[in-house]
């Protein structure tokens, strides 16, 4: 009696599947990110931020992207840029303050650069690694909630240097941004759509990119994720 062994054609049908999921899920981030360039070249110089409504309209639209991704996709994927843009706004004071000052868009085409380099990076080595990364995950969440707090004392009293503090959130939502492309790597099929995900890993590699801004800029600036800036 022969038997066949179906396991290697069912792990390529995984890999490639994981694989178009992976692509459609860059391609939705990377144009997350033109969106959020054109913002803010949209902005007017002298906007200071989106204020409070913006807060609240942005917090909003996660929820939203949230919940239309379970049963209107297309509407998940409009919400999703719609976002992106208005963070354009939210970041482009801080962007027209290094634009403006001596080696400014050295610092702001170092810093975008190094994001989008590393973003490959973290996607091609989640490819390859193989450890528990729910439990990477937890504590990296609790070093966020760190941050977190940290930040929002550091609004009204500066224990911290900037420095110090860009350095933590590099860190920080670079293990974040590897164990999304994990998550996504084992767990892409439970998702209806794709832009949640891509949401997840907007908000990690946006924050990296603000933090590198901080770190070549030499501490100029000052912003995070799910805390203060994103």
């Known amino acids: 009696m022969r038997t066949i062994d179906v396991t290697s054609g069912i792990r390529i049908l995984d890999s490639k599947a994981s694989a178009g999921l992976l692509s459609k899920v860059l391609w939705i981030t990377t144009l997350g990110f033109v969106f959020t360039a054109l913002g803010a070249y ?3 110089p002298t906007l200071y ?6 807060l609240v309209l942005n917090i909003g639209l996660i929820f939203g992207i949230q919940a239309a991704s379970r049963r209107a996709p ?4 409009l919400l999703f ?3 992106t843009l208005l963070m354009g706004f939210e970041i482009a004071p801080l962007l027209h303050m290094y634009l403006h000052t001596v080696n400014g868009q050295n610092v702001v085409f170092e810093a975008a650069l190094t994001t989008a380099l590393g ?14 990364w729910q439990r990477l995950y937890a504590w990296a969440f609790f070093g966020l909630i760190g941050l977190v707090v940290i930040g929002l004392v550091g609004m009204f009293v500066h224990f911290i240097h900037p420095g110090l503090y860009a350095w933590a959130s590099l860190v920080i939502f670079s293990v974040l941004l590897l164990v999304d492309f994990m998550r996504l790597r084992d767990m892409g099929a439970l998702y209806a759509s794709p832009v ?6 907007y ?3 946006l924050n ?11 501490g100029g600036g000052n912003r995070n994720r799910r805390s203060g800036s994103w």
């Open 42 to 44: 949209l902005a007017p």
């Open 49 to 54: 931020g989106i204020g409070l409504f913006g």
């Open 74 to 77: 297309a509407l998940a994927l």
């Open 81 to 83: 840029y719609g976002f």
């Open 119 to 132: 973003m490959g990076a973290m996607a091609l080595i989640a490819q390859v690694a193989r450890f528990n």
């Open 196 to 201: 949640p995900m891509a949401l997840s890993i």
């Open 203 to 205: 908000l990690d590699a």
């Open 208 to 218: 990296i990119f603000l933090a590198l801004l901080q770190i070549f800029g030499n």
